[in-house]
């Protein structure tokens, strides 16, 4: 969800996936798909910014959940491969790459 504020009113939240089209006329008016329209006070540009910035966050937080379910299933594996250890338990790192492709 992107925080926008309508003109000269509150401030609301909008998902961007719903937008179809954003126009600067010279008010931003932005359409959904269902046909909705909202006059906002940010300007197209910023609009725009909010949405790259969404979008980056949803990508970054998938990834973080990818990594743990990665994280998980490994260790899954290594518990039923591994011989069982009596005299002590198993250890399992609690360190997690938030950026896998960088190690």
Do not use: C
Not at 1 to 20: C, H, K, Q, V, Y
Not at 54 to 74: K, P, S, T, Y
Request: proline share 6%; net charge negative; glycine share 4%.
């Amino acid at each position: 969800m992107i925080l926008l504020s309508r003109l000269g009113g509150p401030e609301f939240a909008l998902n961007p996936d719903l937008i179809e089209r954003a126009e600067a006329t010279p008010d931003t008016v932005i359409t959904l798909v269902g046909g909705n329209k909202y006059v906002v006070r940010e300007t197209l540009e910023e609009v725009i910014d909010l949405i790259r910035v969404n979008r980056a966050q949803v990508i970054a937080a998938a990834e973080v959940l990818g990594a743990n379910a990665d994280f998980a299933a490994q260790a899954t594996t290594q518990q039923r491969h591994s011989k069982p250890r009596t005299h002590e338990p198993a250890q399992l790192s609690a360190v997690v790459s938030i950026h896998p492709r960088e190690s």
